[in-house]
């Protein structure tokens, strides 16, 4: 099992940037593949990127491609999202997600385990 906890979230500006967080406990963090999804207000969770075991392979949303990147430091229990040129329609509760099935870094929700209690990003006009 592991427990996720983000950071890092905040108040920006459009075309700002912000770094998100995930601390994972547990000494099988480099087990798990991880995600980072995010959900605006009356909307559904959506997918936002993922990475491998290894930090060898990603998958982005298309919303994210070209603007965030996804990454992780299993020698400190890590994962990271770098999010440039934010936009407003980026504001939304970010979550760091789980999941014990090692092929997958995909982006149906349901398949991670394992997921934080999110951090708020705002993202003003």
């Known amino acids: 099992q592991v427990q996720l906890g983000e950071s890092g979230g905040d108040l920006v500006q459009a075309g700002g940037s912000l770094r998100l967080s995930c601390a994972a406990s547990?000494?099988?963090?480099?087990?798990?593949?991880m995600a980072w999804f995010r959900q605006a207000p009356g909307k559904e969770r959506e997918f936002v990127a993922a990475i491998s075991r290894s930090g060898g392979s990603t998958n982005y949303a298309d919303s994210a491609k070209g603007r965030f990147t996804i990454s992780r430091d299993n020698a400190k229990n890590g994962v990271h999202l770098q999010m440039n040129s934010l936009k407003p329609e980026d504001t939304a509760v970010y979550y760091c997600?789980?999941?014990?099935?090692?092929?997958?870094?995909?982006?149906?929700?349901?398949?991670?385990?394992?997921w934080g209690q999110g951090t708020q990003v705002t993202v003003s006009s």
């Open positions: 997600a789980a999941t014990r099935n090692t092929y997958y870094i995909g982006s149906s929700a349901d398949l991670y385990d394992y």
């Open positions: 547990g000494r099988t963090f480099s087990t798990y593949n």
